[in-house]
């Protein structure tokens, strides 16, 4: 089992955009579905967005229309485009994977269990 290493965070004023990334194959290989998870101070690990093998996707409320969930075209590498991020993005952000599962819009990111994780990149967002 591949390790997951995330990068690209960073520190970024309001308004501005991140991407991050985390290198993905040993799981596409295995049609796994990945996704990006965040750690807010004195809250609980919430789901951000996730993708299944087939490309569908699935966004937190919170972040749609501001975050995209992408694979570059080997599927080698996950990121996390950032836009129009805000003070209230500030968390510690993990890149999971979990088997092989289905989702669509309206699929909560959280209703698999994600098995796998990262050690965390740091973003936060200054006013």
């Known amino acids: 089992q591949a390790q997951l290493v995330e990068s690209g965070g960073g520190s970024v004023q309001s308004g501005g955009s991140l991407r991050l990334s985390c290198p993905v194959s040993y799981y596409t290989r295995r049609a796994y579905c990945l996704a990006w998870f965040r750690q807010r101070e004195g809250r609980k690990r919430e789901g951000v967005a996730a993708?299944?093998?087939?490309?569908?996707?699935s966004y937190a409320d919170s972040v749609k229309g501001r975050f995209t969930i992408s694979q570059d075209n080997a599927k080698d590498t996950l990121y996390l485009q950032m836009d129009t991020l805000d003070t209230d993005d500030t968390a510690t952000y993990y890149c999971a994977a979990t088997p092989p599962c289905t989702y669509d819009l309206k699929t909560p990111v959280e209703l698999y269990k994600y098995d796998t994780w990262g050690r965390g990149t740091q973003v936060t967002v200054s006013s």
């Open positions: 993708v299944d093998s087939q490309g569908h996707t």
